[in-house]
């Protein structure tokens, strides 16, 4: 394959994870504290002959927090992500649209328990109330303080979906951050759909493009073999 034709192959498909990325961003405009993924750009020629796939990162900007004046939504101001217990270990979010279980535990909307500094916050039957630092008070007793996360590359988190992300180690858990939390208050995704549509169209034209680069090309090479041909 030539230099030419790989490069266009790896625009259209860098071109192809973009619209993926752009429909996932669509599909989830509504998803509270969703944050639209964006894909990582190749650092030279070189690695984008090279790339199979682009990669997406985590828009770091957040959205705007709603009231909703329901005691168990939580939203955060700040670069802090809510720690969740998960059956693979801990997961992050941002979304605070939270439950109690049956057993008077703390849960994300996804299922998974709440973190506090002592494990999953029980809180039994009771609305606990919850301060901005995350204290956590059931009447006057303070029963346990929730775990907030800072990372210091949020761009590399990987999305599990239901705004639930991982770090596979690069996002960088870092003690260095600021959350102050809001009870009463859901933070909405940081999705436009409107700059979403705008970047649809413009990657779709992109990629015709290089469709028609490539017909080109390949018509242009299939013209000079059968010229060579007859030249002999």
Avoid: C, W
Wanted: hydrophobic share 40%; aromatic share 6%.
């Amino acid at each position: 394959m030539s230099d030419t034709i790989a490069m266009l192959e790896a625009t259209m498909r860098a071109d192809a994870d973009a619209l993926r990325m752009i429909g996932q961003n669509v599909a989830n405009a509504e998803v509270t504290a969703y944050r639209r993924q964006v894909p990582v750009q190749s650092a030279s020629f070189a690695t984008q002959l090279d790339a199979i796939a682009s990669e997406p990162a985590v828009d770091r900007r957040a959205g705007t927090l709603k009231t909703t004046g329901e005691p168990l939504d939580l939203a955060l101001e700040g670069n802090g992500y809510f720690a969740l217990q998960a059956a693979g270990g801990r997961v992050y979010t941002r979304r605070g649209d939270f439950r109690i279980s049956a057993d008077g535990v703390l849960t994300a909307a996804s299922g998974q328990p709440v973190l506090g500094a002592a494990g999953p916050i029980h809180v039994g039957t009771a609305i606990p109330a919850i301060d901005s630092d995350g204290t956590v008070r059931v009447g006057q007793d303070v029963i346990d303080q929730l775990q907030l996360t800072y990372f210091g590359d949020e761009g590399k988190l990987r999305y599990l979906g239901e705004s639930l992300y991982a770090d596979a180690g690069d996002a960088a858990a870092t003690d260095n951050g600021y959350a102050a939390i809001r009870q009463g208050f859901l933070e909405s995704s940081n999705v436009t759909p409107v700059t979403e549509m705008v970047q649809l169209m413009e990657t779709m034209r992109h990629f015709e493009t290089a469709q028609r680069l490539v017909r080109g090309y390949d018509q242009m090479m299939e013209k000079a073999i059968s010229e060579l041909g007859r030249a002999r």
